[in-house]
T-cell receptor, first 111, second 114 residues
Framework: DAGVIQSPRHEVTEMGQEVTLRCKPI?????LFWYRQTMMRGLELLIY????????DSGMPEDRFSAKMPNASFSTLKIQPSEPRDSAVYFC?????????FGQGTRLTVV | GNSVTQMEGPVTLSEEAFLTINCTYT??????LFWYVQYPGEGLQLLLK?????DKGSNKGFEATYRKETTSFHLEKGSVQVSDSAVYFC?????????????FGKGTKLSVKP
């Protein structure tokens, strides 16, 4: 298995633009997580899906952020409009049972 | 709610020194506990885990014991190497309903000097 695949690996965008981050979980996994990592706040859980259903989105910072999981093999995290303070590394993870596997992350820079 | 507190870094050690990174947690029920490692420019990788009280997780010379009485899961290694330089994250996961997410500590950066 190729592991959790995230795209793009790096994204640079201008303030106000829409940004879409993508994640392909490991086949057969039923839980998917989106995390944001910054120097100041560490690793924060944004949203968690179980069987494609959002279970806990309390970590989503504001309405500019939205996440979808239309099927078991794909999820997106969208930021619209983006702001410089959204600059971070965004990680996707998936699991079946208790051990989540992480993707390599998307480094987002909003200028 | 659930939370994880780990010692702040950075931690700088000489090669072959003994390592301890403290981690304590707050959780309802009986969570599983994890240590993840993040090497520069990479995603998080599971280092070790423990699923119940008194379990000891171990991998690559690292160990951590699930201590329910002290709500701790401290990471230890007897002799660190330069290649162990990374950021280490303690995490817990509870199960059932909205408790199924994985909660991380803020991470501890370890630098090992030759």
């Amino acid at each position: 298995d190729a592991g959790v695949i995230q795209s793009p690996r790096h994204e640079v965008t201008e303030m106000g633009q829409e940004v879409t981050l993508r994640c392909k979980p490991i086949s057969g996994h039923n839980s998917l997580f989106w995390y944001r990592q910054t120097m100041m706040r560490g690793l924060e859980l944004l949203i968690y899906f179980n069987n494609n259903v959002p279970i806990d989105d309390s970590g989503m910072p504001e309405d500019r952020f939205s996440a979808k999981m239309p099927n078991a093999s794909f999820s997106t995290l969208k930021i619209q409009p983006s702001e410089p303070r959204d600059s971070a590394v965004y990680f996707c993870a998936s699991s079946l049972g208790e051990r989540p596997f992480f993707g390599q992350g998307t480094r987002l820079t909003v200028v | 709610g659930n939370s994880v507190t780990q010692m702040e870094g950075p931690v700088t050690l000489s090669e072959e020194a003994f390592l301890t990174i403290n981690c304590t947690y707050t959780a309802t029920g009986y969570p599983s506990l994890f240590w993840y490692v993040q090497y520069p420019g990479e995603g998080l990788q599971l280092l070790l885990k423990a699923t119940k009280a008194d379990d000891k997780g171990s991998n690559k010379g690292f160990e951590a014991t699930y201590r329910k009485e002290t709500t701790s899961f401290h990471l230890e290694k007897g002799s660190v190497q330069v290649s162990d330089s990374a950021v280490y994250f303690c995490a817990l996961r509870n199960y059932g309903g909205s408790q199924g997410n994985l909660i991380f500590g803020k991470g501890t950066k370890l630098s090992v000097k030759p």
